[in-house]
């Protein structure tokens, strides 16, 4: 058994270990694991069938520890169903994960003992403070008043819901929401957490506040596995992506490997005039890329690979006197990744394609 794993064990058995918050946690975690000692999270081979739909169809990838693992894809793919056998919530059809060095099946206590599980649906009680639900969860946990006080000051703290503490969760904001649901997830002290599209439904600004936070608990340790739907936010948290669809996985690598498979960014451009359609094509076919035209829209659409790029483009457009109303980058989203992977879009773009008309 890897060192870390026989470490924790110890460190289960000699107390509940919901003595402190995540950074002592994290603390310990990394201080016990050896270095190059196994991978904090393992999905080998994972099957999970629901009568004949075949939802996870043999993911396996490791997450090491201290690092975040972006799992990205559509609506349907599997996202959930990975993460609820991870997490011990619903059994492997075949196949096997653990968590810690701990598996799933054999060890489904030790498992739930390291980790801490933010799902799609908020958890806290809407009718409660955010203090009072962290100390009814803290109460559960077996957590002592007197450290309950002190770990609850500082997980609102760290979360911005100190001004807030004492309002009911009724009254939060959506993103309020995610972060009390994410505070309360850390008391148990988790070394590895997995979070279940943590922004979906929050606004941009929202989303770039719990970004904040997540890059917080990462750097003191945590081990961090997260779902979602955005390109972008795997971008901006993720060291390593795994992209799943219909069950499988069909793309990994770093942010920027994916980037690069999804192709370059592209200049997306609207002439004022229809007539002004095929002599701006003529311009930006002087990119040497292929060149788009959507008739109706007088919308063009050329390789571009950044600011230069577009400067240069612009600089033709203004010489040519061709009227323009709309000029921008657009970076590959996740539909691109999806359409230069599979050759089909994401399954909310294409009724005929869905698991539930091929089940
Ligand atoms: N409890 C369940 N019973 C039957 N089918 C399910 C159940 N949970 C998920 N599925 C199916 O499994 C597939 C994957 O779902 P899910 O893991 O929720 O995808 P995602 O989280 O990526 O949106 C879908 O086809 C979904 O309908
Ligand atoms: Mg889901």
Redesign the pocket.
């Given at each position: 058994m890897p060192a870390s794993a026989t470490d924790h064990s110890d460190l289960g058995a000699a107390a509940p270990k919901n003595d402190g918050h995540m950074s002592d946690s994290a603390a310990r975690f990394g201080g016990m694991s050896a270095p190059g000692s196994a991978p904090a999270i393992e999905a080998i081979d994972l099957v999970?069938k629901?009568?004949d739909?075949t939802?996870?169809d043999g993911v396996s990838f490791t997450v090491p520890q201290g690092s975040v693992l972006g799992l990205l894809?559509?609506?349907?793919?599997?996202?959930?169903?990975?993460?609820?056998m991870m997490t011990t919530l619903?059994p492997p059809t075949s196949g096997t994960a653990r968590v810690a060095g701990y598996d799933v099946r054999e060890n489904p206590d030790m498992v739930r003992r390291s980790m801490g599980l933010t799902g799609?649906a908020a958890t806290v009680d809407e009718l409660l403070t955010g203090r009072e639900n962290i100390a009814m969860i803290g109460g559960l946990y077996g957590i002592s008043r007197k450290q309950l006080k002190k770990i609850s000051g500082e997980l609102l703290e760290q979360f911005s819901l100190s001004d807030a503490a004492d309002r009911t969760v009724k009254s939060y904001s959506g993103g309020m929401r995610r972060r009390i649901d994410l505070a309360v997830s850390l008391l148990a002290a988790p070394p590895v957490l997995f979070l279940?599209?943590p922004t979906t439904g929050l606004d941009p600004r929202s989303r770039s506040e719990l970004w904040d936070v997540l890059r917080g608990l990462v750097k003191q340790g945590t081990t961090l596995l997260l779902?979602t739907?955005y390109l972008e936010e795997a971008d901006q948290l993720a060291d390593n992506i795994v992209v799943?669809d219909k069950?499988t996985i069909i793309a990994e690598g770093s942010p920027l490997q994916l980037k690069e498979q999804a192709g370059k960014a592209s200049l997306v451009l609207t002439v004022s005039h229809a007539d002004d359609i095929a002599p701006a094509e003529a311009l930006l076919r002087k990119t040497g890329g292929e060149v788009f035209v959507d008739l109706g829209a007088r919308r063009l659409t050329a390789p571009a690979d950044g600011l230069a790029d577009m400067n240069r483009i612009i600089g033709w457009f203004t010489e040519s006197g061709i009227e323009v109303d709309d000029i921008g980058l657009s970076r590959p989203s996740l539909d691109d990744v999806f359409l230069s992977l599979t050759g089909h879009r994401t399954e909310d773009d294409s009724p005929t394609d869905t698991?539930?008309t091929s089940?």
């Open positions: 999970k629901f009568d739909n939802a996870v894809g559509p609506n349907g793919a599997g996202k959930t169903t990975t993460v609820r619903t799609q279940d599209e779902t739907q799943i069950g698991l539930e089940a």
